[in-house]
């Protein structure tokens, strides 16, 4: 087809469509640069102007750029205004949604719409033990108040035994619609997240629950493996993805390096003896998928340097001792996934999600995991409570969380009597410039 018709039908393209036809070949792709279509495109969104000055008033006169702005740009010229200019609306529209801050979770009010106005999106690629990539895109999202969870499920996942290495990445587009869906044929830039091993699955992770069904298996951070019971393959896979600094890790990473987040910049006090180990606020969400079992805030929390043992920090949220503060949860334990077909419900497996923040309201120690609880051996020693007692623990590199629960028969309820956090010295030394 001549040329001439080709550039006739790609100017009728959206910019989307454009950049599209332009990684067909080396010819598309010169056509599609030309400077006359894209100034028409940048011309309707943002309408270039340019001004001259008159020498005999100080009045101006404004003049729409028009042939000399065709022969005196290279070609692609206009192409690149416009992205750079979409870029840069697009981030000063999400800018503006994650100024205001929650002052309960120390984090961005409007999460869920910075993430929408960016079109950002999440991927996972597994890869086989021959180099290829399976990229599964069909997903359920699950936004809660300081995480979101993410529900991949699929008939056609590759064969477990062949997999080698699983990568989560955001992805964004590179011209976001807030009109459409984002399309996945159009341009795309990925950030990678987290990097997993599936070699050898069952026996490298940690099995957190099952049903009739599936088997469930956890991978650090925030990952879940959902297994088929019979044929032991892929089922789904769910990532919990805490949002203090989510859309930069989502955006600001490439395709083979993790955005690294920028170091805390310590603020020295000569003044407080026990600078570093008072007023901590603590921001808990316990869920299960579409059911939330607890969501609250716990403020003023404290540790004397005669607490610090073991090279951590103990910071006591419930105490055994105090019935006062014991809280009930709202329904059963448990952690809901589906697939195209099935849909269940794996018992004593939840989503814990921690924010707990520094004297000054600013995210100290984040994480969004999935645990599962655990029947103690030992009865409740409580006289208020007579029942079965269960066990939640968590531990990572910056931190570590006990948690205790006790099943009420009666009311068909769990309390939550003991919640302790230790937090590691080496952080608090790290964040506060302390020596602990």
Not at 213 to 235: C, H, T, Y
Not at 250 to 260: F, I, K, P
Request: hydrophobic letters at 40%.
């Amino acid at each position: 087809m001549p040329s001439e018709m080709l550039m006739k039908i790609f100017s009728y393209l959206d910019a989307v469509s454009l950049l599209s036809v332009g990684c067909v070949n080396k010819h598309f792709y010169h056509l599609a640069n030309d400077n006359g279509i894209w100034l028409k495109i940048y011309s309707s969104c943002f309408q270039p102007k340019r001004t001259i000055w008159k020498m005999k008033s100080e009045q101006t006169e404004t003049v729409s750029l028009g042939c000399a702005a065709l022969h005196d740009r290279r070609p692609g010229y206009w192409k690149k205004e416009y992205i750079f200019k979409q870029i840069a609306a697009v981030k000063t529209r999400v800018m503006r949604l994650v100024k205001p801050v929650d002052p309960y979770t120390g984090l961005p009010c409007k999460n869920k719409e910075a993430m929408k106005a960016s079109g950002l999106s999440w991927i996972i690629v597994l890869k086989d033990k021959n180099g290829k990539e399976h990229v599964m895109e069909k997903a359920n999202l699950s936004f809660k108040d300081t995480s979101v969870t993410i529900l991949w499920y699929s008939t056609n996942w590759p064969c477990l035994d062949i997999l080698s290495t699983l990568k989560l990445f955001g992805v964004m587009p590179l011209l976001p619609d807030q009109s459409r869906a984002p399309s996945k044929n159009g341009p795309r830039r990925r950030s990678l997240i987290a990097e997993y091993h599936l070699a050898n699955l069952t026996e490298s992770s940690v099995a957190v629950g099952a049903d009739k069904l599936v088997q469930l298996f956890s991978l650090n951070p925030g990952l879940i493996v959902g297994l088929w019971k019979e044929k032991n393959e892929i089922a789904f896979v769910m990532a919990s993805l805490h949002y203090h600094q989510l859309l930069e890790r989502s955006t600001l990473g490439s395709a083979t390096v993790q955005y690294a987040l920028p170091p805390n910049k310590p603020v020295l006090d000569d003044v407080d003896p026990e600078y570093g180990l008072h007023d901590y606020n603590l921001h808990l969400d316990m869920h299960g998928g579409s059911c939330t079992y607890l969501c609250g805030t716990f403020k003023s929390l404290f540790c004397r340097k005669g607490d610090i043992a073991n090279g951590y920090l103990r910071l006591t949220v419930v105490s055994l001792k105090d019935s006062t503060k014991h809280l009930p949860l709202i329904g059963t334990l448990g952690l809901s996934w589906e697939t195209d077909v099935f849909k269940g419900n794996v018992k004593d497996c939840y989503v814990m999600d921690v924010t707990l923040l520094d004297e000054t309201g600013k995210p100290f120690w984040c994480f969004s995991a999935p645990v599962y609880m655990e029947l103690s051996s030992e009865a409740s020693s409580l006289y208020d409570y007579m029942g079965h007692i269960y066990t939640t623990d968590y531990a990572d590199s910056e931190g570590k969380v006990c948690l205790e629960l006790v099943w009420l028969k009666e009311t068909k309820e769990y309390f939550i009597v003991n919640l302790v956090l230790y937090i590691s010295t080496k952080k608090v030394n790290n964040w506060y410039g302390t020596n602990y």
